[in-house]
């Protein structure tokens, strides 16, 4: 496959992602797309669905292949962890930790805030006990 349709690949799996279409991912990726490819800007298709809480959208990726550590964006946007935890998407908080995310990867390469960080200054308790529950910690 050419460059040049990889990115409008790329392009088109990210936006499905983000609006939770699930059947678009899944036809996006069975015509090739790459499920670890950021768009032009940065962002994988698996960060831009955990902050949608698709949980569906996320499955397909992750079954795909896409790592569920990848941080996204070029250091402005984090882990899919930690988007999922920020927003409060417990069922893909759950998901992600059952494909193996690990609970304590800090986002910012390293230097930023946790998932459990994250969901606690959102206020969702619920998610912040499933962190806890695999074993996530603060940075601090």
């Known amino acids: 496959m050419n460059r040049r349709r990889q990115k409008k690949l790329a392009r088109q799996l990210v936006g499905a992602a983000t609006c939770g279409r699930t059947a678009r991912v899944r036809a996006l990726l069975d015509a090739g797309a790459q499920p670890e490819t950021p768009d032009s800007e940065g962002t994988t298709p698996l960060y831009a669905a955990t902050v949608q809480g698709a949980l569906g959208a996320v499955r397909h990726l992750l ?14 946007e984090g882990t899919p962890l930690c988007a999922a935890a920020c927003w409060g998407h417990t069922d893909t908080v759950h998901e992600l930790l059952a494909r193996g995310a690990d609970p304590n990867l800090r986002e910012d390469r390293g230097a930023g805030r946790t998932p459990l960080d994250r969901a606690l200054s959102g206020g969702h308790a619920g998610t912040a006990e499933a962190l806890r529950a695999a074993g996530a910690q603060t940075a601090r």
């Open 63 to 76: 079954a795909a292949g896409a790592r569920p550590d990848t941080e996204s964006g070029h250091g402005t």
